[in-house]
């Protein structure tokens, strides 16, 4: 069992790191007392569909925060594989993002309503935790696409892993679907409607598949797919983005477009990617 600890300074993108372990296959929990920590991982790892989990615990936790340390040193004792990653900004951008926000410093009331009094208090009672970790992260001025990528290369986790993938086919005859990013047309390729012992069957049938696979035209467009995926879906994974539907459509949406879906699940799944298949008109 893998665990991160993302804990760092209030208003300095926690929950948005969380987020992004997310999309790259963590469990994930935020603002979780360290006591919780060991209980919960002990709950996740009972469970063998998880096998990576990220908490976020913060100053939000009051003095139940401060048992931190004894809690990674338990985690560790238990075999766990644990690091500890810091989210930080300067001062100057924490309290203008609290401005923007309007949300209040956790530390607000203690320090009398001063925010640079929080913010202060709050880099203190941090200190040792900073100079522990396993990983720092400065959020000030980063935007959210470069601190995604910041996030996966400090983890050493692969791209694909922050991509979620839907392969589509459908009809045109039926309407094109307006929740796709991107779409391609085949009916210029040979239709198996035509072809009296495949008409009845459907893009599923390896018969249909090798049909509509078989022409010069649809393996130059294979070629061309291929490389055009290769290329664009690991810019859009550092652009930030998360989920992708990719979709392909017919005159019917049963055969030339279905093949083409199965064929692109498969395809990206081999790269590592989770992709999933959807058929609107079968």
Known sequence: MEIIIITG????????????????????????????????AEICRDNPAINKIAFVTDIRGGSMFLSLPER?????????SVRLLFTDAEADIIKKRFNETRRRHPLIDAADGDIDKAIDAENEILAPLKQSADFYIDTGGVPVTRLK???????????????NITCMSFGFKHGTSGQVDLLFDVRFLPNPFYIEELKEKTGLDTAVREFVMSSDAAKTLVTKLSDLFDFIIPEYVRE??????????????????????????????????????LHKNI
Do not use: W
């Open 9 to 40: 300074v209030s208003g300095s993108g926690k929950s948005c790191v969380s987020d992004i372990l997310e999309d790259a296959g963590y469990f994930c929990a935020d603002n979780l007392p360290p006591q919780l920590i060991p209980k919960f």
């Open 149 to 163: 990528e910041r996030v996966l290369e400090l983890l050493e986790l692969d791209f694909s892993a922050a991509m």
């Open 240 to 277: 930030g983005k998360s989920r992708l539907t990719i979709a392909f459509g017919c005159t019917g949406g049963r055969h030339r477009s279905v093949a083409f879906a199965e064929y692109f699940r498969e395809y990206l799944s081999k790269k590592g990617y989770s992709a999933g298949v």
């Open 72 to 80: 990674l040193k338990e985690l560790r004792g238990q075999g766990y």
